[in-house]
């Protein structure tokens, strides 16, 4: 079966600073999602990608996907408090009836 | 108001008790899901419906099941609840591309 694993699984940055979440799949990535979810609390999603090479960004997040390497990056310019929380990667599964997501990571921003 | 609503957002009940966690939504789509979080695992799939007439198990489906009452509304039943169901359950709908829309989420605590 399908896993993504994302790496790192939590990371402290100083507000202001640069940060970059990976997400590896174990098989071929058809269509990659990215989550953010507050402690507790929903899903809220961020960003789809479906070709390789695509790159879409919204407001200061920026997500990457490379199809050959099996991979996607998010990528946050200029970090600040409000972007804490978990970030998920999600994934069609390969009978493409749902998504299998990787495990999250933590984010905290100190100021 | 919220497109996806679930109901009760937290619930303590007792080992053996049947339980239901109930779902709606507003945004017209044809496919729900719902899954749990655990700490440390992720999301996974319990069960998963493409339109009224179709039920499908996801990964976990033991101890669980479903009823999809109505387009907008998909209710999980634990017929018999147990320690180890204890987690965050998660409603999910999902647009034609594929792009899922997450509740709240529901805080299930079994004594």
């Known amino acids: 079966s399908q896993e993504l694993e994302q790496s790192p699984q939590s990371l402290i940055v100083q507000e202001g600073k640069n940060l970059t979440i990976n997400c590896t799949s174990s098989?071929?990535?058809?269509?990659l999602y990215w989550y953010k979810q507050k402690y507790g609390e929903g899903l809220i999603f961020l960003m789809m990608?479906?070709?390789?090479?695509e790159e879409k960004s919204h407001e200061k997040i920026t997500a990457k996907l490379d199809e050959k390497k099996q991979q996607s990056s998010l990528h946050i310019t200029a970090s600040q408090p409000s972007h804490a929380g978990i970030y998920l990667c999600?994934?069609?599964?390969?009978?493409?009836?749902?998504?299998?997501f990787g495990k999250g990571t933590t984010l905290s921003v100190s100021s | 108001d919220a497109d996806v609503t679930q109901t009760p957002r937290n619930r303590i009940t007792k080992t053996g008790k049947r339980i239901m966690l109930e779902c709606s939504q507003t945004?017209?789509?044809?496919?729900m899901y719902w899954y749990r979080q655990d700490p440390g695992l992720g999301l996974q799939l319990i069960y998963y419906?493409?339109?009224?007439?179709?039920?499908n198990k996801g990964e976990i489906s033991d101890g669980y099941s479903v009823s999809r009452q109505a387009q907008a509304k998909f209710s999980l039943s634990l017929e018999s609840a147990i320690p180890n169901q204890t987690a965050l359950y998660f409603c999910?709908?999902?647009?034609?591309?594929?792009?899922?829309?997450f509740g709240a989420g529901t805080r299930l605590s079994v004594l």
């Open positions: 990608l479906q070709k390789g090479g």
């Open positions: 945004k017209g789509h044809d496919r």
């Open positions: 098989k071929t990535l058809y269509g």
């Open positions: 999910a709908t999902s647009d034609s591309w594929g792009i899922q829309y």
């Open positions: 999600g994934a069609d599964n390969q009978a493409g009836t749902a998504l299998i």
């Open positions: 419906s493409f339109d009224v007439k179709d039920i």
